[in-house]
């Protein structure tokens, strides 16, 4: 195959350019081409990374922590080779070294660095081989797609037989740090305050069984979702220790949050301009794998604290509003919109519990979808504790494809109907609630599932208010 892969690679590279003429952003076509003039393009050009490459995996976060991966291996002088587009399936991944290979058949970057959606680990692990694996999380999320938690961890960790990578995972989560079992060299990283331990665990959590002799685990503290310290006390099973971990966690509203960062070679403050606890986990979940790669600690910390908001998580975008009726807009009247991804339970209350740091009330513009990339089943919205906020939401507008089950689900969490507007159509949904003003001051958060969060990019991008749908 090797002599007539150039060839190959110049008509893969064709598609995307037609691609982009036709207003695509080409980030998987050419390389879905690739695949199938050349089946084993990934694994070919995968060999010509000189430090080989890496793979991140997680049902929630894995965009944020691979962004903050590449923060910090760029700072350490490490070209990279990155799918920072989203695109994380084969096809886009193939792209992505396509789109690196020069025409002496050399890429453009030494370590791959690969965001890899959870159904295609196994098979791009398979042809990548490679040096290092983080795997962050698994949380229910699209279940028509993925089937039950236990089906992924199933898969994932027969993948992993066929593995020498370092491993990286996320002592926290039961199903994570299982895989880990029987394995030398096993690298854990997880959160060590129990200052963030929630009441109880929610009722959408999901790994609540031990996988090894299915009984319930007894959690000692729970953070996020079924993320937290348990042990089995039936078999002994319970949290290893990690190596790294988060101490000393503040949590600072939908704009910051800080906590100390410990590792082997020692400690170090870290201030994300990202929220969340959602966020403490992911970049802990990046400065693990940079230790895993022997990045030095201020490499590390400098990389986190440049990391910004990857395209729809806790972006902000300033949006110019048109002047009312009978008035000039001199004054460039603006208002802040913050887009906060939502697509499964966990994540979905994470924002929630985020939202709640917030004084003051709030407008919301909900976004639910139902296409394939978002799971035809919206169920899991029974399971968001949109309670927390209900209370203090001044008004709600609904959109989406599923415009109308979001609306319900905000009446029975106790908002006031009359506060609830229903417009499926995205662009007049901005408009509108962007457009009231009896909400002087009032930050507007957008909560969209995964195809409306590309759809407002790409609304905002073409009103002028964002610069790129990838930035």
């Known amino acids: 195959m090797t002599s007539a ?3 190959k690679l110049a008509l893969a590279r064709t598609v995307g350019v037609l691609s982009r003429l036709r207003g695509g952003g080409a980030t998987s076509a050419p390389g879905k081409v690739l695949m199938r003039l050349a089946p084993d393009a990934i694994a070919t050009l995968g060999a010509r990374l000189p430090r080989g490459s890496v793979l991140i995996s997680a049902t929630n976060g894995k965009t944020t922590t691979t962004a903050m991966a590449a923060a910090i291996l760029e700072r350490a002088g490490v070209p990279l080779v990155h799918n920072q587009a989203g695109a994380n399936m084969a096809g886009g ?6 789109s690196a290979t020069r025409a002496n058949g050399t890429l453009a970057g030494e370590l791959g660095l690969f965001e890899v959606d959870e159904l295609w680990l196994a098979s791009v692990a398979a042809q990548l081989q490679p040096r290092a694996i983080l795997l962050a999380n698994l949380f229910r999320d699209q279940l028509d797609r993925y089937g039950e938690l236990e089906t992924i961890a199933e898969r994932w960790e027969e993948a992993l037989c066929h593995q020498d990578a370092q491993l990286v995972l996320n002592c926290d989560d039961p199903s994570i740090a299982d895989l880990g079992r029987d394995r030398a060299g096993v690298l854990y990283f997880g959160v060590q305050d129990d200052s963030l ?5 929610a009722h959408a959590a999901d790994a609540k069984h031990c996988r090894r002799c299915g009984a ?3 959690f000692d503290a729970i953070y996020l979702g079924h993320l937290g310290h348990y042990h089995c006390p039936s078999c002994g099973h319970s949290r290893p220790t ?9 949590l600072e509203g939908v704009r910051a949050a800080r906590f100390t960062l410990h590792t082997p070679a020692g400690d170090a403050p870290v201030v994300l301009a990202l929220p969340g606890l959602y966020n403490v986990y992911n970049a802990l979940a990046a400065a693990a794998l940079a230790c895993a790669l022997e990045i030095p600690l201020e490499t590390i910390v400098a990389g986190l604290t440049a990391t910004r908001a990857a395209f729809g998580r806790a972006e902000t975008v300033e949006l110019e509003l048109p002047a009312p009726v009978g008035r000039a807009n001199a004054d460039g009247e603006r208002r802040e919109l913050r887009i906060l991804l939502v697509k499964n339970p966990a994540g979905a209350n994470e924002v929630l519990r ?16 139902d296409h394939i990339a978002d799971g ?26 599923r415009a109308t089950d979001l609306a319900a689900r905000l009446k029975y969490a106790g908002l006031d109907p009359e506060r609830i507007r229903v417009q499926e159509d995205l662009p007049a949904a901005l408009t509108e609630a962007s457009l009231d003003r009896t909400g002087a001051g009032v930050p507007l958060y957008a909560l969209p599932t995964y195809t409306a969060m590309l759809s407002l990019r790409e609304l905002l991008v073409a009103r002028g208010e964002a610069s790129s749908t990838w930035s």
Do not use: K
């Not at 985020?354 to 979808?369: F, M, Q, S």
């Not at 169920?379 to 209900?390: C, M, P, T, V, Y």
């Open 216 to 218: 319930p685990y007894v």
């Open 242 to 250: 990690p190596t790294i971990t988060a101490t000393d966690v503040q």
């Open 376 to 401: 035809h089943d919206v169920s899991w919205i029974w399971d968001a504790d949109f309670e927390l906020l209900a209370g203090r939401i001044r008004l709600a507008t609904c959109s989406g494809t």
């Open 354 to 369: 985020t939202l709640a740091l917030e004084p003051g009330e709030h407008d919301l513009l909900g976004v639910l979808n």
């Open 93 to 98: 991944i193939a792209t992505t070294l396509l």
């Open 197 to 201: 331990a929630l009441a109880g665990m």
């Open 5 to 7: 892969l150039p060839a």
